[in-house]
Every structure is written in C-alpha cells, then in structure tokens.
C-alpha cells in the first residue's frame, strides 16, 4: 500500500469527469476531490496527467466552451508523445493487444511519477497492460 | 463563475503554452532562501527558481481546482461525493485493504465528522484503520 504520486485519465474518466449527466461523474469527481484534499494538505503532490491521444478520442479540446468543466475540475497536465514514447506505446499495443490509445494511457503511466493510478472503464485491458510496465501500475475502476 | 474566478483559470491555462517570464523580487524569510539553496543542492530541484515556480503553481492549481468543485457542487449539490465516497476514492488511490470495506468507511466518516466537523478523506482512512484493529484485536 502506497500513497499515489500520479493519476492518468482514460477516455471515460474524462467523458465522466466533463458531464454533470453522466452516471459515473459523482465517482470520478470523487477521486478528483481526493487528490485535491491531499494536496491541500501538502502530502506528496498527486499530478493528474491526460495522454494527448486520449484527449483526441474523448473529443477535449481545451480551447472549446463545452470543455470548461473538465478543465477545470480535472487540472489534467498533457503527456505529449516523443518518437522514444511512441516505440514504447506501439510495443505495449503488441504485447497486450490492446487499442492505440490504451497503449498510450499505458505509456503516460509509465512515464509519470511512481505509483500510478489508471482511472478507467475498461480494468481488464488496462491491468493486462499495467502488468507489462516498469514499475507497474495501479488500474481503479471508475 | 465570477470574472476573477474566470481569469485565475486563464492564466493557470497558459502556464503550459506560455514561455514569457518576468523577473520579480520577493521579500522572503533568510533562512526559508537558504534552506531552499540546500535543498536544491540535495536534488530537491534543478534550481532553486524552480523549485519555487514548482511549489506556487502547485498552491495555485490546488486552490482554483479546489474553488472550481466548489461552485460546481454548488450548482449540482447532487454530483458532490460524500465523505466516505471519498475516503473510498482514496484508499483505492493507495491500493488501501480499507478499499474492500466500504461499509466500515461509511461509519468510519459518520463517527469522524462528530469529533472533527472538517474532516478528510485521510481522516476517515486513519479512523476506519483504527475501527479494523479493534475489530481484529
């Protein structure tokens, strides 16, 4: 058991995260909350991080009016990919069989300050994948 | 969202997309620059400028953040998480056992919130640990 250090958004976490309407918004917002309280009180920073490939399959675009609300509950800091990253994700893709973007939430994981969290819909891809990092990952389902 | 609400949250924005910077002076406890200066010699940060830029981006974000579920509760009281839903949220955050009692949470933040009104998630994680050990003992 140990505290998180980072959280990476899949496509749902967002989808829930930016609709008042949706039937998982009060559970991700309640992770959210979470790392904001621990960051109130100054314990190790919790960075929430959101894969750019991600942001282009849930449709985020920063700049859109309809995005204001998941910009700003979520305080979600790009992963922007190099070529180094891409190698990464594409081995990941291959190994777990898993979509593009999966492969990349992935990669981010791996990247981002240990422990990691995955907040996701899909758990079983995800563990498959988290299995595979360096370091591991922690997968929760929203 | 008030005006200022809305301009704090613009130039949080522009933080990743923005490279100008200002040189400013601060007036700031000797001993705090001095304990910084070893610290970053220590590996805190690669310079002591970013560690300070680090550490008041961070107060920043966590307090718009903060204000941002606020006024989004307030205009959707039913979207807010209870305390123990949060203290859930958390111990899942930590790969926390306390996870797989959601119900121990749930008394565990009914019983916190009598002796400490502000109560967070942490504190119903330390009281519900508490709950399980006399469970168990």
């Known amino acids: 058991m140990t505290a998180a250090a980072a959280v990476v958004l899949d496509n749902e976490a967002i989808q829930a995260l930016g609709t008042a309407t949706h039937p998982k918004h009060r559970r991700t917002l309640s992770f959210i909350d979470a790392v904001n309280q621990r960051n109130q009180r100054r314990r190790t920073p919790i960075s929430v991080f959101v894969p750019v490939a991600v942001r282009v399959e849930a449709g985020w675009d920063r700049t859109a009016p309809e995005s204001s609300l998941v910009n700003r509950l979520a305080r979600a800091r790009d992963v922007v990919q190099n070529g180094a990253a891409a190698d990464r994700a594409a081995r990941l893709r291959v190994a777990a069989e898993v979509s593009v973007v999966d492969a990349t939430v992935a990669q981010a994981a791996e990247a981002s300050p240990s422990p990691t969290v995955i907040l996701t819909s899909d758990v079983a891809d995800m563990r498959r994948l988290a299995a595979l990092l360096d370091g591991g990952a922690q997968v929760v389902r929203i | ?137």
């Open chain 2, 1 to 137: 969202m008030a005006t200022r609400e809305v301009e704090l949250f613009r130039w949080l924005d522009r933080l990743d997309r923005d490279d100008e910077s200002i040189v400013t002076s601060v007036r700031q406890p000797a001993a705090l620059r001095e304990a910084l200066r070893v610290a970053v010699d220590l590996g805190m940060d690669a310079t002591v400028n970013d560690a300070t830029v680090r550490a008041l981006r961070d107060r920043l974000e966590t307090f718009a953040q903060r204000m941002a579920l606020e006024s989004h509760y307030s205009q959707h009281p039913e979207a807010r998480p209870s305390l123990a839903e949060v203290a859930l949220a958390a111990a899942e955050l930590d790969d926390n056992p306390l996870s797989q009692e959601p119900a121990l949470l749930r008394r565990a933040a009914d019983e916190v919130v009598a002796v400490k009104p502000d109560a967070s998630a942490d504190d119903v994680l330390v009281w519900a640990a508490a709950l399980h050990s006399v469970r168990a003992s």
